[in-house]
């Protein structure tokens, strides 16, 4: 149980464009999920915290306006990044939380912008 | 400011060896304990948690770790180690008040030699 899926796995895109990660809780609900970043060599970065039904809460320095976040239901979340850039090519993660107050991962969503 | 660290940054073991890799937080107040595992290119994986009751939690893989309130402390311990166990692995903390954001130690990379 507790298994997090996200998609794309890993995506190319042309800098100008907008690219959208969904994050999905497979067999639980969630209220709460998580989107994080992570750069080579480094730890989970979070970008933000996302409330079913609410505006998500985004973390000092994120662009709230880049990086859009919808949690349309308890098993969905998503993650557009607008206007991709080179610079925002990441390594992106989300989380989901239990009803047992536990975080579990999706396996991560590769962005390559060029 | 709430942290969680991770004394070090990598560990070199040979197999069968035993591990013990430490972490420590600074929170005063109720918090819910994790480590979670990496294993080279694949994603973040539970590997346990503290919330309550006995100290000396088990989880999966061998692998136990002791909450220590008064040395706010949450180290790692595996008896032997497996070649399969070279992942790296990271300490985190829930405190409750903060939406539920999951404060992270910076990681360890694990890794042993056959």
């Known amino acids: 149980g507790a298994v997090v899926s996200q998609h794309p796995s890993w995506v190319i895109c042309k800098s100008g464009t907008s690219v959208k990660i969904e994050c999905r809780s497979l067999d639980f609900q969630a209220t709460t999920m998580f989107w994080y970043r992570q750069f080579p060599k480094q730890s989970l970065m979070l970008m933000a915290t996302?409330?079913?039904?609410?505006?998500?809460?985004?973390e000092q320095g994120v662009e709230k306006d880049k990086f859009l976040i919808n949690h349309a239901s308890l098993t969905l979340s998503t993650l557009t990044v607008t206007s991709a850039h080179p610079e925002d090519s990441s390594f992106y993660i989300c989380?989901?939380?239990?009803?047992?107050?536990?975080?579990?991962f999706g396996p991560g969503t590769r962005l390559l912008v060029l | 400011a709430q942290s969680v660290s991770q004394h070090n940054h990598h560990v070199f073991l040979s197999e069968a060896a035993s591990l013990e890799l430490g972490c420590n937080y600074s929170?005063?107040?109720?918090?819910?304990l994790f480590w979670y595992v990496q294993y080279p290119g694949q994603h973040l994986q539970l590997l346990l948690k503290?919330?309550?009751?006995d100290p000396l939690v088990k989880g999966i893989k061998g692998f136990e770790a002791e909450f220590i309130k008064s040395k706010f402390s949450f180290n790692l311990r595996k008896p032997s180690v497996q070649w399969s166990d070279t992942a790296e692995y990271f300490c985190a903390v829930d405190t409750n008040n903060s939406n539920y954001q999951l404060i992270w130690g910076a990681g360890t990379k694990l890794i042993i030699k056959p």
């Open positions: 989380s989901a939380r239990s009803a047992a107050e536990t975080q579990y």
């Open positions: 929170y005063g107040g109720t918090v819910n």
């Open positions: 503290y919330f309550s009751g």
């Open positions: 996302s409330n079913e039904g609410s505006k998500a809460t985004y």
